[in-house]
Nanobody, 122 residues
Framework: VQLQASGGGLVQAGGSLRLSCAAS????????LGWFRQAPGKERRFVAAISWNGSRKKYADSVKGRFTISRDNAKNTVYLQMNSLKPEDTAVYYCAAGGYGMGSSAELYDYWGQGTEVTVSS
């Protein structure tokens, strides 16, 4: 599976962005998908995850109520809708796919996209 993330950019605090991650491969619909982010000088951290059929979702406490993860298996794409953005959301965002079930651990994910940069100005 190859993943290509897009949709990052510069936005003012309080604004919104939608990240997309397009995947290649026939088994996309069987994978759990996740979004992680890495701020400058910090470790990569979990943001959100979604099960293979979209029935279950999990969010980091820091983004609950502001971010929404979704997927379209017909388009081999996972999305992250980000609303009410804050300067602390500034990071490079990575999408990931894994066959071990949905979760917040990076170890569950075998495949990673290249990242898309999000900058939130105050």
């Amino acid at each position: 599976v190859q993943l290509q993330a897009s949709g990052g950019g510069l936005v003012q605090a309080g604004g919104s962005l939608r990240l997309s991650c397009a995947a290649s491969g026939r088994t996309f619909s069987s994978y759990a998908l996740g979004w992680f982010r890495q701020a400058p000088g910090k470790e990569r951290r979990f943001v959100a995850a979604i099960s293979w059929n979209g029935s279950r979702k999990k969010y980091a406490d820091s983004v609950k109520g502001r971010f929404t993860i979704s997927r379209d298996n017909a388009k081999n794409t996972v999305y992250l809708q980000m609303n009410s953005l804050k300067p602390e959301d500034t990071a490079v965002y990575y999408c990931a796919a894994g066959g071990y079930g949905m979760g917040s651990s990076a170890e569950l994910y075998d495949y990673w996209g290249q990242g898309t940069e999000v900058t939130v100005s105050s």
